[in-house]
């Protein structure tokens, strides 16, 4: 079967730190451009932060800039997003994207709550 699969969501205090990972199942990442989506209650689902195949490219939206960092892992068939800093505004459901010609795939998603 072919799957994105999201993990490392949780609850954490503002301040904190938490790390998702996407990993790809059924199918290899290494021809992918990757991206991390979220959508808090009651809002549009936006961009977070994407990766190159090549990992040589990467781009963050502006309100997570500084604090947020995208990276892949080929050989473990995972994109990762380091998240520092966290805030409540940070609070949504984060989703990984895999996408190339003719092709995309969306994981399920992993809660991310920020409150003390």
């Known amino acids: 079967q072919l799957q994105l699969v999201e993990s490392g969501g949780g609850l954490v205090q503002p301040g904190g730190s938490l790390r998702l990972s996407c990993a790809a199942s059924?199918?290899?990442?290494?021809?992918?451009?990757v991206g991390w989506f979220r959508q808090a209650p009651g809002k549009e689902r936006e961009g977070v932060s994407c990766?190159?195949?090549?990992?040589?490219?990467?781009n963050y939206a502006h309100s997570v800039k500084g604090r947020f960092t995208i990276s892949r892992d080929n050989a473990k068939n995972t994109v990762y997003l380091q998240m520092n800093s966290l805030k409540p505004e940070d609070t949504a459901v984060y989703y990984c994207?895999?996408?190339?010609?003719?092709?995309?795939?969306w994981g399920q998603g992993t809660q991310v709550t920020v409150s003390s």
């Open positions: 059924g199918f290899t990442l290494d021809y992918f451009a």
């Open positions: 990766i190159s195949v090549s990992g040589g490219s990467k």
């Open positions: 994207n895999a996408d190339r010609i003719l092709t995309n795939y």
